[in-house]
C-alpha cells in the first residue's frame, strides 16, 4: 500500500510540473486558470480542483504520457481465453501493456506530444472505463486509490504552479531539458530533469 501509494504519485507530480516548466505556452494557460479561479492572495485548497480543468487535462495527459505503472501490474488469467486471436491458457501470467496503449497512434494523434488539450471537450478519462488511457488498470484489480491518488497529484502541481513562476536554470535551455525516462518497474525520470528556479508570485500573507 505505502509502496505502491508513494512513487507513483510523486512520479506523476514530478513528470507534470516538468512538462509544464517545458512547455511555457502550457505553464501560463494553467497560471491564467488558477488566477482566475484562485486569486493571487490565497492558496489553492481541495475544493477549488473541480473548478480547474485545465489543470485536471494537464494530470491526465501526465499519465498518458508517463503512466508511472507503464506495465501496471502482473495478472492472471483465472481460465482459458482468447485474446486478439492468440489463445491464453489459465494460469498465465499477463502483462498490459498501459504505456504502448497511451502511445498508440491509431488512438492518440502525435501521442510523442505533451498536449493537455487533447483531453478538453472529450469524456475520455484515466478511470479505467475508457481502454484507451489505462494508468489506473481496469476492472477488480485496478487502483483502489485512484481518486485519492489524482486529488494528491492535482492539489500538488496546482498548488506549485499557482504559489511561484518556475524558470529553468541557466545555462540549459528550457527546449534541452531532456525527458528521457528511466524504468525499474516504475516509470522515472532518468536523470533530475529540472533545476528550476521558483519565483514567489502570490501576495506575501498568502504564505
Ligand atoms: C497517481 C497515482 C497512482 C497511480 C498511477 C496508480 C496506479 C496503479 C496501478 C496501475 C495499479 C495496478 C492495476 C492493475 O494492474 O490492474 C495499482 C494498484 C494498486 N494501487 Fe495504485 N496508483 C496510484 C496511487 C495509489 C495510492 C495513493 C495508493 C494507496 C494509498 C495506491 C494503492 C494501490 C494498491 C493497494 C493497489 C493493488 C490493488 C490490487 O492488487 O487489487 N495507489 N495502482
Redesign the pocket.
Known sequence: ??N???H??S??IEWAVTETIRHPRILEKAQQELEAVVGLHRRVEESDLEKLPYLQCIVKET?RRH???PL????MSTQACKVGGYDVPKGTTLF?N?YAIGMDPSYWENPLEFLPERFAGTAVDVR?QDFEL?????????????T???K??QFAVSSLIHAFDWSAEIPRAVKDLTIDEGFCSLLWPETPLLKAVATPKLSKDAY
Open positions: 500500500m505505502l505502491g501509494g508513494t507513483t504519485t512520479a506523476t499519465l503512466p508511472p505503472a501496471l501490474v502482473p495478472h498490459v498501459a479505467g489505462l494508468p489506473f488498470g481496469s476492472g477488480r484489480r485496478s487502483c483502489p486509490a485512484m485519492m491518488g489524482l494528491t497529484a
